[in-house]
């Protein structure tokens, strides 16, 4: 009767065990579902409930690393949807193609100078005394 309480006893405290590991490890399990899946809203919630429920666990330093790189994922991804639903990359391609524009006639411009200074050159080298005519 005596080893009977005693495994009794044992195995209350195993089951107390896996109770009290047993659902942070199931979070665990699930946050690397919904990374996999990618629902990484979702997966950074359950990877920060993880931490939180068992930050001593072996995997909470994964568990936070993970935390970090999908902070950094969703404020790159809402970051560039604000860009893409914004009228900010139209009015840029609109102010690159004047910018162009100004180029090529700048362009022109250099281009008729150079001739009017080679031209300029020409007549001075012409009316310098000593010069043949």
Do not use: W
């Amino acid at each position: 009767m005596k080893l009977l309480c005693v495994i009794f006893i044992a195995g209350m405290a195993c089951t107390g065990c896996a109770l009290f590991h047993g659902p942070a490890k199931v979070t665990l399990d699930q946050a690397d579902a919904k990374l996999t899946a990618a629902d990484y809203a979702g997966a950074q919630v359950l990877y920060a409930a993880f931490v939180n429920a068992d930050p001593g666990n072996s995997q909470a330093p994964r568990a936070r690393a993970m935390q970090t790189v999908l902070d950094r994922l969703l404020s790159t991804e809402s970051e560039l949807d604000r860009i893409k639903k914004s009228d900010e990359a139209p009015r840029l391609r609109r102010e690159v193609g004047e910018r162009t524009g100004e180029v090529d006639r700048l362009k022109g411009e250099v281009v008729k100078l150079r001739a009017d200074l080679e031209r300029l050159r020409t007549i001075d080298l012409e009316t310098l005394p000593g010069t043949k005519k």
